[in-house]
Nanobody, 126 residues
């Protein structure tokens, strides 16, 4: 089992940047596919980005492609989401998730993720 704790959220002006971190417990972090999701008020949770176990493959929602970058450091048991060019439409609670099965590779949804963090708020002002 793995526990996930996000950090790095906050209030930023439009056009600004934030880097989110998700620290995982456990010794098998490198075997998990990791994903970032977000949920805006009144909306369903949405896929943002995911990264393969080694970090060699990444996937992005069209809405963030070219602005956000997902990365991971398996030695530190941490996955990151670098967010640039933020807009008010990016305002949401961002959560990281872990998939042990690997079935989420190339899948732009939350179905295969077993473990979830509590989320961190990102607010972008206009």
């Amino acid at each position: 089992q793995v526990q996930l704790v996000e950090s790095g959220g906050g209030l930023v002006q439009a056009g600004g940047s934030l880097r989110l971190s998700c620290a995982a417990t456990g010794r098998t972090f490198s075997s998990y596919v990791m994903g970032w999701f977000r949920q805006a008020p009144g909306k369903e949770r949405a896929f943002v980005a995911s990264i393969s176990q080694s970090g060699g493959s990444t996937y992005y929602a069209d809405s963030v492609k070219g602005r956000f970058t997902i990365s991971r450091d398996n030695a530190l048991n941490t996955v990151y989401l670098q967010m640039n060019g933020l807009s008010p439409e990016d305002t949401a609670v961002y959560s990281c998730a872990a998939d042990r099965s690997g079935r989420s590779i190339g899948y732009y949804g939350s179905r295969f993720y077993e473990y979830w963090g509590q989320g961190t708020q990102v607010t972008v002002s206009s």
